[in-house]
Protein backbone atom coordinates (compact mmCIF):
# COMPACT_ATOMS: atom_id res chain seq x y z
CA UNK A 1 0.00 0.00 0.00
CA UNK A 2 3.11 2.21 0.93
CA UNK A 3 4.50 1.90 -2.45
CA UNK A 4 1.23 2.30 -4.20
CA UNK A 5 0.61 5.25 -2.85
CA UNK A 6 4.37 6.60 -3.20
CA UNK A 7 3.97 5.75 -7.05
CA UNK A 8 0.82 7.95 -6.81
CA UNK A 9 2.36 10.46 -5.96
CA UNK A 10 4.95 10.70 -8.34
CA UNK A 11 2.73 9.72 -11.28
CA UNK A 12 0.40 12.76 -9.63
CA UNK A 13 3.10 14.76 -9.59
CA UNK A 14 4.43 15.05 -12.97
CA UNK A 15 1.06 15.38 -13.99
CA UNK A 16 0.17 18.39 -12.28
CA UNK A 17 3.93 19.89 -12.85
CA UNK A 18 2.92 19.55 -16.30
CA UNK A 19 -0.12 21.18 -16.24
CA UNK A 20 1.47 24.59 -14.50
CA UNK A 21 3.71 24.86 -17.82
CA UNK A 22 1.17 26.79 -20.20
CA UNK A 23 0.35 25.97 -24.00
CA UNK A 24 -2.64 26.57 -26.67
CA UNK A 25 -5.27 25.37 -23.55
CA UNK A 26 -3.72 28.69 -21.44
CA UNK A 27 -4.26 30.64 -24.46
CA UNK A 28 -7.89 29.71 -25.10
CA UNK A 29 -8.73 29.94 -21.43
CA UNK A 30 -6.91 33.26 -20.53
CA UNK A 31 -9.00 34.67 -23.85
CA UNK A 32 -12.17 33.13 -22.65
CA UNK A 33 -12.03 34.55 -19.09
CA UNK A 34 -11.06 37.81 -19.89
CA UNK A 35 -13.84 38.71 -22.54
CA UNK A 36 -16.27 36.65 -21.06
CA UNK A 37 -15.54 35.82 -17.39
CA UNK A 38 -14.33 32.60 -15.60
CA UNK A 39 -17.49 31.14 -15.47
CA UNK A 40 -18.61 31.39 -18.99
CA UNK A 41 -15.34 29.84 -19.57
CA UNK A 42 -16.19 26.52 -17.21
CA UNK A 43 -17.11 24.58 -20.55
CA UNK A 44 -14.25 25.54 -22.16
CA UNK A 45 -12.42 23.82 -18.99
CA UNK A 46 -14.94 21.09 -19.44
CA UNK A 47 -14.11 20.12 -23.14
CA UNK A 48 -10.17 20.24 -22.21
CA UNK A 49 -10.90 17.79 -19.68
CA UNK A 50 -12.95 15.53 -21.80
CA UNK A 51 -9.74 15.21 -24.21
CA UNK A 52 -7.47 14.79 -21.58
CA UNK A 53 -10.09 11.55 -20.31
CA UNK A 54 -10.32 10.45 -23.97
CA UNK A 55 -6.23 10.00 -24.07
CA UNK A 56 -6.31 8.60 -20.67
CA UNK A 57 -8.67 5.63 -21.81
CA UNK A 58 -7.11 5.49 -25.11
CA UNK A 59 -3.62 4.86 -23.61
CA UNK A 60 -5.16 2.46 -20.86
CA UNK A 61 -7.35 0.62 -22.97
CA UNK A 62 -4.71 -0.02 -26.01
CA UNK A 63 -1.97 -0.97 -23.56
CA UNK A 64 -3.57 -3.64 -21.47
CA UNK A 65 -4.49 -5.07 -25.06
CA UNK A 66 -1.01 -6.45 -25.19
CA UNK A 67 0.36 -8.68 -23.85
CA UNK A 68 3.03 -8.39 -21.07
CA UNK A 69 6.66 -8.50 -22.07
CA UNK A 70 5.86 -8.63 -25.96
CA UNK A 71 8.31 -6.98 -27.53
CA UNK A 72 5.61 -4.36 -29.14
CA UNK A 73 5.03 -3.35 -25.52
CA UNK A 74 8.72 -2.91 -24.57
CA UNK A 75 9.11 -0.69 -27.22
CA UNK A 76 6.08 1.60 -26.66
CA UNK A 77 7.86 1.41 -22.91
CA UNK A 78 11.23 2.26 -24.51
CA UNK A 79 9.75 5.24 -26.86
CA UNK A 80 7.90 6.47 -23.72
CA UNK A 81 11.06 6.83 -21.86
CA UNK A 82 12.65 8.61 -24.46
CA UNK A 83 10.04 10.99 -25.09
CA UNK A 84 9.66 11.92 -21.27
CA UNK A 85 13.54 12.89 -21.85
CA UNK A 86 12.80 14.40 -24.40
CA UNK A 87 9.77 16.50 -23.33
CA UNK A 88 11.82 17.38 -20.15
CA UNK A 89 14.83 18.86 -22.18
CA UNK A 90 12.38 20.78 -23.67
CA UNK A 91 10.81 22.38 -20.71
CA UNK A 92 14.40 23.10 -19.71
CA UNK A 93 15.47 24.62 -22.68
CA UNK A 94 12.51 26.65 -23.94
CA UNK A 95 11.46 27.85 -19.90
CA UNK A 96 11.16 31.65 -20.49
CA UNK A 97 9.05 34.56 -19.30
CA UNK A 98 6.02 35.48 -20.00
CA UNK A 99 4.37 38.43 -19.90
CA UNK A 100 0.88 39.43 -18.72
CA UNK A 101 -1.96 38.31 -21.50
CA UNK A 102 -3.37 41.06 -23.41
CA UNK A 103 -6.47 42.35 -22.20
CA UNK A 104 -5.93 41.36 -18.68
CA UNK A 105 -7.89 44.56 -17.39
CA UNK A 106 -10.78 44.36 -20.25
CA UNK A 107 -13.80 44.17 -19.02
CA UNK A 108 -15.33 41.17 -19.71
CA UNK A 109 -17.98 40.95 -22.27
CA UNK A 110 -21.35 39.66 -22.17
CA UNK A 111 -23.08 37.83 -25.08
CA UNK A 112 -25.65 35.06 -23.47
CA UNK A 113 -26.64 32.65 -25.53
CA UNK A 114 -28.32 29.06 -25.44
CA UNK A 115 -25.76 27.60 -27.23
CA UNK A 116 -22.66 29.29 -25.99
CA UNK A 117 -21.55 26.55 -23.31
CA UNK A 118 -22.24 23.82 -26.16
CA UNK A 119 -19.73 25.60 -28.53
CA UNK A 120 -17.23 26.60 -25.51
CA UNK A 121 -17.00 22.53 -24.52
CA UNK A 122 -16.53 21.49 -28.05
CA UNK A 123 -13.97 24.12 -28.82
CA UNK A 124 -11.97 22.89 -25.15
CA UNK A 125 -12.66 19.70 -26.57
CA UNK A 126 -11.15 19.68 -30.34
CA UNK A 127 -8.28 21.53 -28.72
CA UNK A 128 -6.94 18.71 -26.50
CA UNK A 129 -7.43 16.29 -29.08
CA UNK A 130 -5.22 18.12 -31.65
CA UNK A 131 -2.90 19.33 -29.15
CA UNK A 132 0.11 15.90 -30.27
CA UNK A 133 1.59 16.56 -26.95
CA UNK A 134 -1.58 15.25 -24.66
CA UNK A 135 -1.75 11.97 -26.77
CA UNK A 136 2.29 11.67 -26.24
CA UNK A 137 1.98 12.21 -22.29
CA UNK A 138 -0.15 10.07 -21.64
CA UNK A 139 1.03 7.15 -23.54
CA UNK A 140 4.24 7.49 -22.50
CA UNK A 141 2.66 7.72 -18.79
CA UNK A 142 0.71 4.50 -18.58
CA UNK A 143 3.18 2.61 -21.34
CA UNK A 144 5.41 3.18 -17.92
CA UNK A 145 2.76 2.71 -15.68
CA UNK A 146 1.40 -1.05 -17.59
CA UNK A 147 3.76 -3.62 -15.31
CA UNK A 148 3.67 -1.53 -12.17
CA UNK A 149 0.12 -1.08 -11.59
CA UNK A 150 -2.92 -3.00 -12.61
CA UNK A 151 -6.21 -1.82 -14.78
CA UNK A 152 -7.98 -0.94 -12.01
CA UNK A 153 -5.79 1.53 -10.84
CA UNK A 154 -4.22 2.95 -13.90
CA UNK A 155 -8.15 4.13 -14.83
CA UNK A 156 -8.36 5.57 -10.77
CA UNK A 157 -4.67 7.38 -11.82
CA UNK A 158 -6.73 8.26 -15.20
CA UNK A 159 -9.74 9.65 -13.52
CA UNK A 160 -7.34 11.67 -10.91
CA UNK A 161 -5.72 13.22 -13.68
CA UNK A 162 -8.87 14.37 -15.25
CA UNK A 163 -10.42 15.85 -12.70
CA UNK A 164 -7.44 17.80 -11.74
CA UNK A 165 -7.29 19.14 -15.36
CA UNK A 166 -10.85 20.30 -14.51
CA UNK A 167 -9.87 21.88 -11.59
CA UNK A 168 -6.98 23.77 -12.03
CA UNK A 169 -7.98 24.98 -15.93
CA UNK A 170 -11.12 26.47 -13.55
CA UNK A 171 -8.86 27.73 -10.99
CA UNK A 172 -6.54 29.15 -13.89
CA UNK A 173 -9.69 30.92 -15.44
CA UNK A 174 -10.70 32.57 -11.60
CA UNK A 175 -7.17 33.58 -11.39
CA UNK A 176 -6.94 35.30 -14.55
CA UNK A 177 -9.90 37.94 -14.00
CA UNK A 178 -7.31 39.31 -11.61
CA UNK A 179 -3.75 40.88 -13.36
CA UNK A 180 -1.93 40.45 -10.06
CA UNK A 181 -2.22 36.56 -10.07
CA UNK A 182 -1.31 36.91 -13.69
CA UNK A 183 2.05 39.08 -12.91
CA UNK A 184 2.99 36.79 -10.56
CA UNK A 185 2.74 33.88 -12.47
CA UNK A 186 4.98 35.27 -14.95
CA UNK A 187 7.84 35.54 -11.99
CA UNK A 188 8.26 31.93 -11.61
CA UNK A 189 7.13 30.91 -14.78
CA UNK A 190 11.02 29.88 -15.24
CA UNK A 191 11.08 28.18 -12.90
CA UNK A 192 8.21 26.14 -12.84
CA UNK A 193 9.17 25.44 -16.16
CA UNK A 194 12.78 24.10 -15.92
CA UNK A 195 11.50 22.21 -12.71
CA UNK A 196 9.02 20.08 -14.37
CA UNK A 197 11.74 19.51 -17.22
CA UNK A 198 13.73 17.62 -14.38
CA UNK A 199 11.07 15.98 -13.36
CA UNK A 200 9.51 14.43 -16.46
CA UNK A 201 13.38 13.27 -17.58
CA UNK A 202 13.63 11.69 -13.61
CA UNK A 203 10.86 9.98 -14.49
CA UNK A 204 11.76 8.56 -18.07
CA UNK A 205 15.47 7.85 -16.37
CA UNK A 206 13.75 5.49 -13.82
CA UNK A 207 11.57 3.76 -16.27
CA UNK A 208 14.59 2.93 -18.72
CA UNK A 209 16.69 1.70 -15.84
CA UNK A 210 13.74 -0.25 -14.85
CA UNK A 211 13.45 -1.91 -17.88
CA UNK A 212 17.19 -2.78 -18.10
CA UNK A 213 16.83 -4.90 -14.58
CA UNK A 214 14.04 -7.01 -16.55
Not at 77 to 82: M, R, V
Request: proline fraction near 4%; include cysteine.
Amino acid sequence: MDFAWQQFGVVAGAHFLALLSPGPDFVLIARSSMLMGWRRTLPLCAGIASANGIFVVLAVAGLAALNEGAWLLQALQWAGCGYLLYLGQLFWRHAQAVGMPPGADATPVRTPSRHAGLAAFATGLGCGLINPKNALFYASLFALLTERATAATQALYGAWMVAVVFVWDALVAAALRHPAMVRRYARHHVRIGRITGVVLALIGLAGAAALLRQ
